[in-house]
């Protein structure tokens, strides 16, 4: 359970100063063999355990999370720069999440009767049969509700887990693993591997039965081939350049603050905040200083106090990206109507929350995902334009439509996995009881919900014939059986759904 690894050591800083704030111990791909063989042994034993017990363990872990606020805030936010706020959006996440896993795996997992081919003579049922080991590789920008989440399911579901975070953020993954422990979960089960994605990645897909990956469209397609090859299950969520729609029929000063936080929340580093905006040429005006105002109104910083709103970016490389984006563009004319400048003066790596206008088909900004707090405006003449224009990407992960009464049917003319009406993306997210993904390039197969606990597990039906065979019976010539049989699926299709 604890974090598995020999030399060298992986050294963590914080983005808010430079400060070291701890040194991991990197898995070298030798040693996965190991790590991978001592999951099996303890997944046998653990698929045996009742779901009633299983599920006991991670309402305790919920509890425990809620009781350890204070210290899993304060990992999460001195390793990866964001604000209080912001990590706390993990630990809710996290406490009510599991919950929710845990609520849903006896029911969703627990086998089930089934009409069988020949009513009363054949008895059918399914098990949902746990996968094996599950690799869970993760990103830096939820450090501990997306590894904790996905491997409760993974869990619950009866698998093992080998955890790779990012290198940037193993901290979290290791509190993760100690509060697993503490909860009660069985040695061997979850074990953290830390190191390169480019090392660890590809023997560790090599080894597992299933792969679950958060992270880029680039490296999700690497790894959708690597485990079509070896034809085990692969899910991911993957990019998005997220569209918020801004109908006519909007509150708009309630859009404008909410549009405002669904942007910038995270600093922009989350896969369903919000890069597009489409504004009805109606409210147009109306709209856009308000936006202006909520997102001047937010408040840049590092450190711990809770009115920081928008905390530092994770790395150089991140705001070395975001600056790209933001100066592409202002070069080819765009215009900055907030932001666009990086202050150093604040920590190294915080950057002010952007709005951009005139933004073309030439910019990086205007398809690219620049997982930053960069939000482009665009003036759209009909709700048609404003649906067309969202669905214009070759992603497709999350929405959010601020409307009083169109909210439902634009929703349903979006091509993105999640929609959000008169909200940005916590609603969906939140909702753990539905699933969540993306369509198109960002992504495949869902988290969260029945269907989160499903895709670990591998459907098995077990039919048991009783008394006849499905089978003409000694005597009954071929053509008899096949006419009596005739009549009883005509009957069965009248009287069996
Ligand atoms: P991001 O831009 O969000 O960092 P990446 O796809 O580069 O997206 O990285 C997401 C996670 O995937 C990180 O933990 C990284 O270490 C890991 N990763 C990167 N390359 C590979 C790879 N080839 N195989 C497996 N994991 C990888």
Redesign the pocket.
Same mark, same amino acid.
């Given at each position: 359970m604890s974090l598995s690894g020999s030399q060298p050591w992986l050294t963590v800083t914080s983005p808010w100063d430079g400060r070291v704030l701890g040194t991991v111990a990197v898995t070298a791909p030798s040693e996965l063999d190991e790590i991978v063989n001592r999951a099996r042994q303890a997944q046998r034993r653990w698929q045996q355990v009742p779901l009633a017990t299983r599920s006991r363990i991670f309402r305790r872990f919920a509890d425990l999370v809620l009781n350890k606020c204070d210290h899993i805030l304060d990992t999460i936010q001195t390793e990866s720069g964001k604000s209080r706020l912001s990590a706390f959006e993990e630990v809710m996440d996290t406490a009510r999440g599991l919950r929710v896993f845990a609520n849903l795996a006896p029911k969703t997992l627990g086998s089930s009767r089934y009409p069988g081919v020949i009513p009363v003579l054949t008895k059918a049922v399914v098990h949902h049969q746990p996968v094996g080991v599950v690799g869970i590789?993760? #990103?830096?920008n939820y450090p501990f509700t997306l590894p904790a989440t996905d491997a409760a399911a993974a869990l619950l579901a009866g698998n093992a887990v080998i955890l790779? #975070?990012? *290198?940037q953020s193993p901290l979290s993954a290791q509190l993760l693993a100690e509060l697993f422990t503490e909860a009660g979960l069985p040695d061997g089960l979850f074990t953290v591997a830390a190191g390169?994605? $480019?090392v660890l %990645? #590809?023997p560790l897909v090599d080894k597992v039965d299933f792969v679950m990956?958060t %992270? *880029?469209t $680039?490296?999700g397609r690497?790894?959708a081939t690597a485990c079509a090859q070896r034809l085990i299950g692969f899910s991911a969520e993957l990019g998005g350049k997220n569209p918020v729609l801004i109908l006519p029929d909007a509150n708009l000063e309630a859009a404008a603050i909410g549009t405002a936080r669904s942007a910038f929340a995270n600093t922009g580093q989350l896969c369903v905040s919000m890069e597009r905006a489409y504004v009805h040429t109606d409210i147009y005006d109306d709209f856009v200083p308000r936006l202006v105002a909520a997102t001047r109104g937010l408040r840049v910083g590092v450190g711990h106090d809770w009115n920081i709103d928008v905390g530092s970016l994770i790395s150089a490389a991140q705001l070395e990206t975001v600056s790209h984006h933001v100066e592409d563009a202002l070069a080819k004319g765009a215009t900055a109507l907030t932001g666009a400048k990086p202050r150093p003066d604040i920590g190294p790596f915080c950057y002010e929350p952007t709005i951009l206008t005139g933004v073309e088909e030439s910019m990086t900004v205007c398809a690219e995902e620049t997982f930053g707090p960069v939000l482009s405006i665009y003036r759209v003449d009909s709700v048609a334009e404003a649906i067309a224009a969202a669905n214009d990407s070759r992603y497709g992960l999350n929405a959010s439509i601020w409307s009083q009464r169109q909210g439902w049917a634009v929703a349903k003319q979006l091509h993105t996995g999640t929609v959000n009406i008169n909200d940005g993306y916590a609603p969906s997210f939140g909702s753990h009881h539905t699933p969540m993904g993306g369509m198109g390039e960002s992504g495949i197969g869902r988290r969260h919900g029945a269907a989160g606990l499903l895709k670990y597990t591998e459907a098995q039906t077990v039919a048991h014939q009783r008394l006849l065979p499905i089978a003409p019976p000694p005597g009954v010539s071929n053509e008899a059986f096949a006419r009596a049989m005739t009549v009883g699926i005509r009957v069965l299709n009248k009287l069996v759904r």
């Open positions: 590789i993760t #990103p830096w790779k #975070p990012d *290198s390169r994605g $480019a %990645g #590809p990956f %992270g *880029s $680039a490296t690497r790894l």
